[in-house]
């Protein structure tokens, strides 16, 4: 039976063992997801899940019965999301592209405060009066360097 062979291998593994020099110390672990920030492979996969805040923004701002706690919390991710044009994923060829990326992680946390301390008409008034010129500048200055 298999079982019966452990021994003897184990017997023979720890003579190996103790003839050859010490193992080297093992390679730290990778740290914990999201201790580098938010996991995106791709500044595109970025945009998607800031996509996905941005809606449920839009919703909690803008429906009967909008949750601010929800905007809040969706905002702050989009804040953190942002972060990354300009560590990770800064695009130098696009002029202002990690200014706008700042701009537009400033807005998002003011977004979030604003709706953490219920104050929905500020946050909505934020909201629409400046996702034209957040979203809209740097897809503007994207295109005219790529097209
Ligand atoms: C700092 C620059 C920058 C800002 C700010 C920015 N974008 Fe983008 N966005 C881009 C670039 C560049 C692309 C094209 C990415 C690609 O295709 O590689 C893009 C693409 C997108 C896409 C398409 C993603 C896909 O491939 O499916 C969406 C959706 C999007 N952005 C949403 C937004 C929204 C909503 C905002 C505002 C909250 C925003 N973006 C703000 C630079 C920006």
New binding site residues.
């Given amino acids: 039976m298999f079982r019966r062979r452990i021994p003897l291998l184990a017997v023979a593994a720890a003579i190996v063992a103790c003839s050859s020099p010490a193992p080297p110390p093992r390679a730290p672990a990778p740290a914990a997801p999201g201790a580098a920030g938010p996991a995106a492979d791709?500044?595109?996969?970025v945009?998607?899940q800031?996509?996905l805040?941005?809606e449920r923004i839009e919703d909690g701002l803008t429906e009967p019965a909008g949750d601010l706690r929800r905007v809040a919390a969706a905002a702050g991710e989009?804040a953190e999301l942002?972060r990354l044009?300009?560590g990770r994923f800064e695009?130098p060829t696009?002029p202002?592209?990690?200014r706008?990326?700042r701009?537009?992680e400033s807005?998002?946390l003011q977004l979030a405060l604003e709706a953490r301390q219920a104050h929905g008409d500020i946050a909505r008034e934020l909201f629409l009066g400046e996702?034209k010129r957040?979203?809209?500048?740097?897809?503007d200055?994207?295109e005219r360097v790529?097209g």
């Fill in positions: 791709d500044w595109a996969h945009m998607k800031v996509k805040r941005y989009a942002m044009g300009y695009d696009v202002g592209f990690a706008m990326a701009d537009t807005w998002f996702r957040h979203c809209g500048d740097c897809h200055a994207h790529h």
